[in-house]
């Protein structure tokens, strides 16, 4: 059955400190995954992308890690800020692109 | 890069009454779109699937002739709730599907209050 884990389900954070999101997942065939940040009452938006061969993308303060082999994914969150505090959901891309597995999401609070 | 603009952000309706909400891609053609809808805590459900000129696909669970859906262009796709009920009440969002390298872009989303 094709599925999208993330884990944890929630955390809280001091600001300035990193923190490192999970996503495991059993989707075949994969075409890509993604990152997506939701802030509260909005869409979500795209952080990273990565494709089968790809195992590390940045984007800013934001760095992503795939392992095809493990079907494992990992967001890290540098010196976080109060901003970053919102839902991050780890998004399974498949069957050559037509077809997408949402993961529960991440509540990432910051706190001063 | 791409922008999806979905309106209303937020709408207030009474009971018995339908609501229109609009999802434009603006700066590509969206051969495909997708509606979603959440409710608070929860994950992105999936609702349906719009393909430019053709009837949508609806997922399990979603009636058709409450949630119509239309894609009569490559950058337009419209969600009519229609006859709405309080329990329709939810964050409704669409994403749009680049038909040049299959990216998937979300709107900002839509509040529906049914009152």
């Known amino acids: 059955k094709n599925q999208v884990e993330q884990s944890p389900q929630s955390l809280i954070i001091l600001e300035g400190k990193n923190c490192t999101l999970q996503c495991n997942y059993t989707v075949s065939p994969f075409s890509n995954l993604r990152w997506y940040k939701q802030d509260t009452g909005r869409g979500p938006v795209s952080l990273t992308i990565m494709t089968f061969s790809e195992n590390t993308k940045s984007n800013g303060r934001y760095t992503a890690t795939l392992d095809a082999d493990t079907k494992q994914s990992s967001l890290h969150i540098t010196a976080s800020q109060l901003s970053d505090s919102a839902s991050y959901i780890c998004v399974v891309i498949y069957q050559a692109g037509t077809a997408l597995i949402f993961g529960k999401g991440t509540t990432l609070s910051v706190s001063s | 890069g791409a922008v999806v603009s979905q309106h209303p952000s937020r709408v207030i309706c009474k009971s018995g009454t339908s609501v229109k909400i609009e999802c434009r891609s603006l700066d590509f053609q969206a051969t495909t779109m997708f509606w979603y809808r959440q409710f608070p805590k929860q994950s992105l459900m999936l609702m349906a699937t719009s393909n430019e000129g053709s009837k949508a696909t609806y997922e399990q669970g979603v009636e058709k002739d409450k949630f119509l859906i239309n894609h009569a262009s490559l950058t337009l796709s419209t969600l009519t709730v229609t006859s709405a009920h309080p329990e329709d009440s939810s964050f409704y969002i669409c994403?749009?599907?680049?038909?040049?390298?299959?990216?998937?872009?979300f709107g900002s989303g839509t509040r529906l209050t049914v009152v």
């Open positions: 994403s749009a599907q680049d038909s040049l390298n299959y990216g998937y872009t």
